[in-house]
Structure formats: structure tokens, C-alpha cells
């Protein structure tokens, strides 16, 4: 008897697909989640300007890790309602927008959309 390994997880396309799906999942996700933080600041803030908004970007860290950051901004913290700043110092609690959409992307849509990075590379190994 002999056997011929042969197909995907014997030539390395699938370990392959596996790596890419996880790094396009994970910019997917970030990118999302940055875009959700930019159209939720859009309608909390109560003086708009743009400058805070167009900070809030995703940036890789490493390989497969991304962050969602508004760069540093100095009064972020304040916005974000984690500051030395905020209430019960001064009557502003703070927005929460990272946290909340934090929240949404944990609750299910990270999760849809590693399902459908995954289902879109594993079609591509035919």
C-alpha cells in the first residue's frame, strides 16, 4: 500500500489561508471599529469640530494586532470620560464612545466578521 499526501493541509495553503484570514479579520474589525467611533462621535459631541474625530484611526501593532487609537490627543482621556478631569471633579462624565463601541464589536460583529474572513480564504484553497 502507499499513500500520497496531497491538497491543502499537506502543501501548506491552508496553514497559509488560516494566517491571512486572521490578519484580514483582525484589520477588518479595526477598521470597522474606528469608523463606528468616528459616527458616534460625529452625533455626541456637542461642539464639533473635526480635528478629534479625523485623530481616531486604526494602526497595526504587530502582525495579526490592531488598536483603535485617537493618537494621543490631549484631551481624549476627558472625552472618553477616563480623565483626572472628569465628573466628580467637573459635571462631565464623559462620552464612553471607545468603550461602547468596545462593547458592540465584542458583542457578535468581530465574531461575524472573522466568520466571514474565514469562509471567504477557505473558498479560496479549491
Not at 491571512?20 to 459631541?45: E, F, I, Y
Request: contains cysteine; positive net charge; charged residues 20%.
Amino acid at each position: 500500500m502507499s499513500v500520497t499526501e496531497r491538497g491543502p493541509l499537506f502543501d501548506g495553503r491552508a496553514e497559509k489561508a488560516v494566517a491571512d484570514a486572521c490578519d484580514t479579520a483582525a484589520k477588518r474589525v479595526a477598521t470597522l471599529g474606528a469608523s463606528m467611533v468616528r459616527s458616534r462621535l460625529n452625533s455626541v459631541l456637542r461642539h464639533q469640530t473635526p480635528y478629534y474625530r479625523f485623530r481616531v484611526v486604526s494602526r497595526q501593532e504587530s502582525a495579526a494586532q490592531w488598536k483603535i487609537t485617537d493618537q494621543a490627543v490631549i484631551y481624549g482621556h476627558w472625552l472618553e470620560g477616563t480623565g483626572s478631569r472628569n465628573a466628580p471633579v467637573t459635571r462631565f462624565p464623559g462620552y464612553h464612545t471607545f468603550e461602547q463601541i468596545t462593547a458592540l464589536l465584542n458583542g457578535g460583529k468581530a465574531q461575524a466578521i472573522a466568520d466571514s474572513t474565514v469562509a471567504e480564504y477557505m473558498g479560496r484553497m479549491n
